[in-house]
């Protein structure tokens, strides 16, 4: 087992067993924002879940959409609507983090066997001596495809 695994789960195991002053302390000191109004085994599930997620990422966006539509579906069926859960159980909280890179900064990323390192400039940041205006479009030419530049580097929990 990895040093990351095993203090991962020595943090879940202390969670199981916050009350829930502490509990909501936890939770604001990891930078979730307000915790939501759950009952306290629902609210510590939850808060292991965005750990891990800290950890090991969460669902792909394509499957989160996937989630959304089902629930919607769910909720359209007037039998399924009553047991349904409400619409602000069906996910949690995104994380209310705002991360601001100073001047200098260097973003560091394995993509497919290759080191992409990204310098912050004043006016934006530059990957092998060009100039970007986001961490999105550098994702974008490193990936072929449509990422969230800071969820790409690392440095935004979901999105």
């Not at 879940?12 to 109004?37: T, V």
């Not at 990422?57 to 959304?68: E, H, I, V, Y």
């Not at 209310?96 to 900064?105: F, I, K, P, S």
Request: with cysteine.
């Amino acid at each position: 087992m990895r040093d990351a695994d095993v203090m991962l789960a020595a943090e879940l195991d202390a969670i199981a067993n916050l009350s829930l002053p502490d509990l909501l302390e936890q939770w604001h000191a990891l930078g979730f924002g307000e915790a939501p109004r759950l009952p306290l085994p629902l609210l510590q599930r939850l808060l292991a879940q965005l750990v891990q997620e800290r950890v090991y990422g969460g669902l792909p966006a394509s499957d989160m959409r996937k989630l959304d539509a089902a629930a919607r579906e769910v909720m359209k069926c007037p039998s399924a609507a009553s047991s349904a859960p409400t619409a602000s159980l069906h996910r949690p909280p995104s994380p209310l983090r705002q991360v601001t890179l100073a001047t200098g900064t260097r973003l560091v990323r394995e993509w497919n066997g290759r080191t992409i390192s990204v310098d912050v400039v004043g006016d934006g940041f530059v990957w092998n001596d060009v100039r970007y205006r986001s961490l999105s479009e550098i994702a974008r030419t490193v990936t072929g495809t449509r990422w969230s530049g800071p969820r790409f580097f690392g440095i935004a929990g979901r999105g």
